[in-house]
Every structure is written in structure tokens, then in C-alpha cells.
């Protein structure tokens, strides 16, 4: 601090330099202002958009019903946010109108950080990674006031209408699915039933609903060999009473029997031996029947599941979005604060002016009464002659420094003035 040691001595500093103090001050004052003023003032509208509840079964919105509700309302924020879109609704709304010089690139940029789409979450649930939004907040920030809320109105009504195309494509496209499933399975269905009724025809004999019946008749037939055998033998022991009776015809005839009925014996035993494995051919042709069947249900109900939920997307009966609140036209700019700025310029002006002052006073470090000749000399003065100073040269000097001082007060106040009618 120099020979600045002491309240009373940074009081007669200040009285001092009060000329370089106040030329500062209101020098940064001035500059603080002019940069305000020189900052565009954005103008901001909001717009909120609230989620309907859906009226679609939860089998058709999917298992994870709030996830995809998140992922789809990002994909509508970035058609909305694409830039053909973009182009269009600066072209449309002539944006930037005052730089015409700006690439169309530089403009889409600025229109994207001017506006944001935020989803509103309950807070209770914000924890969970499938929280569904309950709402969504548009907003746009430009130098235009009137303008403003024509863009932020344009992004709501896009918001809206993409969720209706969409919606309405995706309720057509599943139910098309549906539809094309219950198709193919069905045909799939008739032509397994066609498999089935030619096998059942053609293994009739090897059913499990046929096999007592062919285990009866291998019994039969079984039966009648031995028969014929009992005959054939009776036949040779007495063929010299039936030489004359044509005995060899006779023998012939019962050969022949025999070997007919052992033809269908084996038959019969090979119709019952293949059983098994045309019973394990069955039951996977009647349980790949069933799991068709089954699955032709599940579709079917689908199906009408997914027209019901096309009829309520057509009629906006399903997961809508809602305007809640629409963009207005703001009244006063959300930026720059104005206030703040100036408070902020007017504290570091005031922090250079005391700086300067001070480093005015290191650099002519002058003993200026007895108290510093003393701290500084270690000599004790005889006596201390003050300055006088005449009555017109004190009257004077006050008049100069007030009218410095409320010199520079006006201009601070008018300023403050207008930044108080400017910002509100």
C-alpha cells in the first residue's frame, strides 16, 4: 500500500484521485452499456405438448411399451430437426433475413442450437430407464419477437402431424403383417392337413386306432394256415382212398389257398411291425397341425387387435400428442440480462478505477503529512505547515467536484433508465 497505511489516508487518496476514480468508472460504465447494447436481444417461446394416454392394447405397443415411446419420440425430434426440414421452414419464414450472406449451412446451425425439444419426465420416476415422458417442451430463441412464435408454432404443428403419419403408418404396417401372417399360416395349415389325410389313407392299416383290428385279423389268418396245413396233411394221408377223386387238383387248390392267406399274413405283420414308425410320422405331422393351429390363433387375434388399433389411429383414439400450451409472442427478451451485465461492468470498473489510483500512488510515492514523515524518516517533525488554501480556491474546487460527480450520476442514471425500460 505504499504510504497508504490508514482509513483516514485512503479516504484523502481517494478525495485525491477523485477525478481519475470517476473518469474510470464512468468511462467503463459507458463501455459496459455500449456492449449491452450492441448484444442481439433473443426472444424466447415455449410451446408444451402433452401425452395422451393409449387406447391400444399393450400387445400391439410391444412388451417394452414406454421404451419405444421414448425411441419414437426421439425419431420424430430428428425428422423434425433434419435439415431439408429446417431449410424449409427458414425459406418458408425467411429467417436470417438481415445477414443474406450467411451460408444456408450456417443458418440451419443457428436455428439448431435456437431451438430445443425436451421431454418432461416424472421426477419420481426419472430413475427408471423405461420412464415414459408425460410431455414435451418446444422452444425457440430468435431476435424477433413476433417471429418467434410463428417458428415455434411450426415446429408444434410438424410435431404433430409426423406423429400422426407415423403412428398411422405403423398401426397400417402391422396390421398388414398380421394380415400376410394369417395368410401364409393358413396355407401352411391346408397344406399340412392335405399331408395328413394322404398319409392317414395311405397308412390306414398302421394307425394306433387300426392295430387291434389287424392284431385280430393276424390271429384269423394265423388261425386259418393252420387249417389248411390240418387239411393239406389229412389230404396226403389219405391220397390212396382219393386217387380216383383227383387228388392232385384237390392238393393244388389248398396249396394255393395256404398261399394266399400267407401272403396276407405278412402283410398284416408288416402293417403291424411299421406301426411305430407311422405313428411317429403321425404325431409330428399332428403336433407341427397343432403348433400351426395354435399360432393361426395367435395371429388371428392379433390381426384384430391391430385393425382395432388402425381404427383408432385413423380416428386419433390412440397415444396422441396434445397442445397444452401454445407459443406466444414474448414480451421481453429472455437475453442477454441486461442488469446483470451492468452490475458486473460497474463493480470491475470500479475495481480498475481503485487499481489505478493505487498505482498512481506507488509511482509518486510523496510524504504528504507528518504521520507518514515520521514512519518513513523516524524523525519527529518540529511543526507541519498546511496547505491554505483561499476561500474562492476551496469553493471552487468543491463546485468542480460536484458537478463532476453528478455529472457522471446523470449519465448513470439515465443509462440505468434505459436499460430499465429496455429490459422491464
Do not use: C
Not at 489505478?356 to 509511482?363: A, D, G, P, R
Not at 504528504?368 to 518513513?376: H, K, P, T
Amino acid at each position: 500500500m505504499g504510504q497508504i497505511q490508514s482509513l483516514s489516508e485512503l479516504l484523502h487518496m481517494l478525495r485525491r484521485r477523485f477525478i481519475v476514480l470517476s473518469t474510470i468508472i464512468a468511462l467503463g460504465v459507458i463501455v459496459t452499456l455500449a456492449y449491452i447494447f450492441s448484444l442481439p436481444q433473443l426472444y424466447e417461446s415455449v410451446a408444451v405438448i402433452q401425452i395422451g394416454n393409449s387406447q391400444i392394447s399393450d400387445k400391439i405397443a410391444g412388451a417394452n411399451r414406454n421404451a419405444s415411446l421414448i425411441q419414437y419420440l426421439l425419431k420424430i425430434e430428428q425428422r423434425i430437426m433434419a435439415r431439408d426440414n429446417l431449410i424449409e421452414v427458414i425459406n418458408k419464414h425467411d429467417l436470417y433475413a438481415g445477414n443474406p450472406e450467411t451460408p444456408v449451412s450456417e443458418k440451419v446451425y443457428q436455428l439448431r442450437l435456437a431451438t430445443k425439444i425436451n421431454q418432461i419426465i416424472d421426477p419420481s420416476q426419472a430413475w427408471r430407464p423405461d420412464a415414459a415422458p408425460s410431455a414435451l417442451t418446444i422452444s425457440v430463441r430468435l431476435e424477433d419477437p413476433k417471429l418467434v412464435a410463428v417458428v415455434a408454432q411450426a415446429f408444434v404443428d410438424e410435431v404433430i402431424e409426423q406423429n400422426k403419419l407415423s403412428r398411422v403408418d405403423q398401426a397400417q404396417r402391422t396390421f398388414a403383417f398380421f394380415e400376410s401372417e394369417e395368410k401364409r399360416v393358413g396355407k401352411a395349415i391346408f397344406e399340412l392337413d392335405t399331408e395328413i389325410a394322404l398319409f392317414k389313407q395311405q397308412y390306414a392299416n398302421s394307425l394306433p386306432t387300426a392295430l387291434a383290428s389287424q392284431r385280430e385279423l393276424l390271429v384269423s389268418l394265423e388261425n386259418a394256415v393252420l387249417e389248411i396245413d390240418q387239411q393239406i396233411a389229412e389230404l396226403n394221408n389219405g391220397k390212396a382212398k382219393l386217387r380216383t377223386l383227383d387228388f392232385e387238383n384237390l392238393i393244388q387248390s389248398a396249396n394255393d389257398q395256404r398261399l394266399l392267406v400267407t401272403e396276407k399274413r405278412d402283410t398284416v405283420k408288416r402293417t403291424i411291425e411299421a406301426a411305430p414308425q407311422v405313428e411317429k410320422k403321425f404325431l409330428i405331422l399332428t403336433r407341427n397341425l397343432q403348433q400351426l393351429e395354435n399360432q393361426y390363433d395367435i395371429i388371428t387375434k392379433n390381426r384384430a387387435e391391430a385393425e382395432i388399433g388402425q381404427m383408432l389411429e385413423t380416428g386419433v383414439q390412440s397415444e396422441r400428442l396434445t397442445i397444452l400450451e401454445s407459443p406466444l409472442e414474448p414480451e421481453w427478451p429472455v437475453s442477454p440480462n441486461r442488469k446483470k451485465l451492468a452490475a458486473i461492468g460497474g463493480i470491475l470498473s470500479m475495481i480498475l478505477a481503485a487499481s489505478v489510483s493505487l498505482l498512481l500512488e506507488i509511482l509518486n510515492p510523496v510524504i504528504r503529512n507528518s504521520a507518514q514523515l515520521e514512519r518513513q524518516l523516524q524523525m519527529i517533525p518540529v511543526v507541519a505547515i498546511p496547505v491554505v488554501k483561499t476561500t474562492k480556491e476551496r469553493v471552487w474546487g468543491r463546485f468542480i467536484m460536484t458537478s463532476f460527480l453528478f455529472a457522471n450520476l446523470v449519465i448513470i442514471w439515465v443509462l440505468a433508465k434505459i436499460i430499465s425500460k429496455n429490459t422491464g
